[in-house]
């Protein structure tokens, strides 16, 4: 690995636009050095902004360009062959979420990441909020004890319509509905909190408002650790919460935290209490400079592919639990 990380863009439109926020933001240990993209138009504009060589295929920029790692932002029933294709190339990877679509899937990206012994980092990006960070320090230590909940929340009202909301709207394309799109961040942000694996789970989906989806606008879902703890998530592109609703919570048997993202308070039992503010920060350009710390020092990312499959576990458990009315157990890969 050189002092400055190459990396080759794979799907250079939508959420690709803030990953470049990222690299601007570390230009000097991580840069884009080229970009496969099928959009045409997309490709040009891309290549004239960053003046870099475009592609295409992304396989062709993996045999062509000279780059150590890929960025992989394309819709999610494309990820587990671009995953496969790098590890294959022996080019690192970050991939956005979700990491793949069926425990199958799974089961390849794994193997693939192991045998050709690349590093994969999961874009979950909400890990990087200055709040989950300082939860995630008092936990570890100890300040709540034995943890009993976890409580997770990603809601808003999305004003996606038939025509711009895209292969989101296909189950086939997108893995299901709002859950595994959106509703992956408090999913891998409940994982994160409860400190253990997840073993079981169900869920109530529900279609408020954008009908002309196949799948889900809206998920309540349940999941048991196997350390005890036991989560619950909320999400939605129907309806924004209420100005209430914390954005994560836990409470343990020595007493509670709460965070409504920009801040974080915990009330312990003892009567000690205390509230820590933080400035806002992007949470994408932290990511993107994980990433390259974690290539250029050989340290293990926050989330490689074992939490990705993990929380990929629990979506689809949760799925399986609301298509059959059970509690259904979360396969391991």
């Known amino acids: 690995m050189t002092a400055t990380v190459r990396v080759g863009l794979i799907g250079a439109g939508g959420i690709a636009s803030a990953h470049l926020l990222g690299y601007h933001a570390h230009a000097e240990k991580i840069a884009v050095a080229a970009v496969a993209e099928v959009d045409p138009a997309v490709r040009q504009r891309r290549g004239e902004e960053l003046g870099v060589p475009v592609y295409d295929s992304y396989l062709e920029m993996l045999a062509d360009a000279d780059v150590d790692a890929v960025d992989i932002c394309l819709p999610h029933h494309l990820h587990r062959d ?77 004003d996606f319509d038939p025509d711009s909301m895209g292969w989101r709207a296909s189950a086939s394309t997108s893995g299901g509905g709002e859950l595994i799109d959106t509703g992956y961040h408090p999913s891998y942000l409940m994982l994160h909190l409860a400190g253990g694996r997840p073993v079981q789970a169900t869920a109530m989906l529900s279609t408020h408002r954008l009908t002309f989806m196949e799948g889900e606008d809206s998920a309540q879902v349940l999941v048991r650790f196997d350390n005890g703890v036991v989560g619950h998530l909320v999400t939605s592109w129907a309806y924004a919460p209420a100005s209430v609703t914390e954005r994560f919570s836990v409470v343990g048997e020595l007493g509670s935290l709460h965070s409504d993202g920009t801040s974080l308070t915990y009330d312990l039992r003892s009567g000690d209490s205390e509230t820590f503010t933080f400035e806002k920060v992007h949470t994408i350009s932290a990511e993107i400079g994980h990433f390259a710390d974690a290539l250029l020092t050989g340290s293990r990312p926050l989330h490689t592919e074992k939490e990705g499959i993990e929380v990929l576990g629990m979506i689809l458990a949760a799925y399986q639990g609301a298509r059959t009315g059970t509690i259904a157990e979360v396969i391991r890969a």
């Not at 080019?91 to 979700?98: A, D, G, S, V, Y």
């Not at 008092?138 to 976890?150: A, F, P």
């Open 82 to 158: 671009a995953i496969v294709a790098a590890a294959r190339a022996g080019k690192h990877i970050l991939c956005e979420k979700p990491l793949c679509l069926t425990a199958e899937e799974a089961a390849e990206v794994q193997r693939a990441v192991t045998e050709h012994g690349v590093t994969l980092m999961c874009a979950h990006n909400q890990l990087f909020l200055p709040t989950v960070a300082k939860a995630k320090e008092l936990l570890d230590s100890g300040l709540l004890g034995r943890v009993y909940e976890v409580r997770t929340t990603d809601s808003f009202f999305n």
